[in-house]
């Protein structure tokens, strides 16, 4: 390269051309080079002030455009913040072995009555009726049989009261099929923390558990049952009644229920294909009254 530049002072146009073609080829190795470094260790920096910081003497006083930084970037695959960082991460993250997948945890139940979740689910305000309509749910978490039924309450919320009623009906329709409620599950609201639930449960000999705040999954099965019933039975009486009367969702409901339990084949993990009213009534397969 020297004897080229000499060339070049001593006048010679090709002996000129050729240096200044081996100047710019040296120039643009080094720029990527040093933009591949400098983008590296400041990551966080973009293309103009990249070329910025190449134009100091530091490193080495190279004249480059920020276009041209980006280009040499892009060709390397780090013109963006994002896989500049993300290469720099997987630089310094330490090998981590890949971990086996954690088996599904699940609320176990091996016969009805074990454990019954209770959950309550706000329907709406309707035309005539005095305060909120509210369904209150219980789904043995066995068989996945199902209670549920329509309440209107004039302070807004259910009651103790209300609840109560629901786990005697449970008890009782339980007892009738030669089982025993064991165990009820409800989440932390003030219709099950009560005095008059709680009581109702410790004379029906049945044991409460609250779920932890902020986990509703716990009740899965009762806030799943709540899901199927706004799809296939409140949406569809909404859109299908021109005036939405508390008597006759209650009769909707009633007869989907009696569906459910009676004639609806349930593909669950616990159920496996089984209609709820069979495993709960065993070889009584007629409804009891």
């Known amino acids: 390269m020297e004897a080229a530049s000499g060339a070049a002072r001593a006048g010679d146009p090709a002996a000129a051309g050729a240096a200044s073609a081996a100047d710019a080829a040296a120039a643009l190795a080094l720029s990527g080079a040093a933009d591949r470094r400098l983008a590296l260790g400041h990551p966080g920096y973009g293309p103009a ?3 910025s910081e190449l134009r100091q003497q530091r490193w080495g006083g190279i004249l480059v455009s920020h276009n041209g930084v980006w280009r040499c970037l892009r060709r390397h695959g780090l013109s963006t913040r994002a896989k500049r960082l993300s290469l720099v991460a997987g630089y310094a993250a330490p ?15 091996t016969r009805p009555g074990e454990l019954v979740g209770i959950d309550c689910f706000f329907v709406g305000r309707l035309q005539g009726t005095k305060g909120a309509v509210w369904q209150l749910t219980a789904i043995d978490v066995a068989s996945s049989y199902a209670w549920a039924e329509l309440v209107s309450c004039p302070q807004g919320n259910p009651t103790g009261v209300h609840t109560s009623k629901l786990a005697r009906r449970v008890c009782a329709e339980l007892a009738q ?15 099950f923390r009560s005095a008059d639930f709680r009581t109702t449960l410790d004379k029906l000999g049945v044991r409460h558990t609250l779920i932890r705040a902020g986990r509703p999954q716990t009740n899965g099965a009762v806030e799943a049952l709540h899901r199927l019933i706004l799809e296939e039975c409140w949406r569809p009486a909404f859109a299908r009644y021109l005036h939405v009367r508390f008597t006759g969702l209650k009769r909707d409901l009633a007869q989907y229920i009696d569906e459910y339990n009676f004639r609806r084949v349930h593909n669950g993990r616990l159920t496996r294909g089984r209609i709820p009213a069979d495993i709960v009534y065993g070889a009584n397969k007629v409804k009891t009254r």
């Open 95 to 109: 090998y981590e072995p890949p971990r086996q997948p954690q088996p599904e945890r699940h609320v176990e139940a």
């Open 49 to 51: 002030r990249i070329a």
């Open 177 to 191: 099929a030669g089982w025993r409620l064991e165990r009820m599950l409800s989440d932390n609201g003030g219709e």
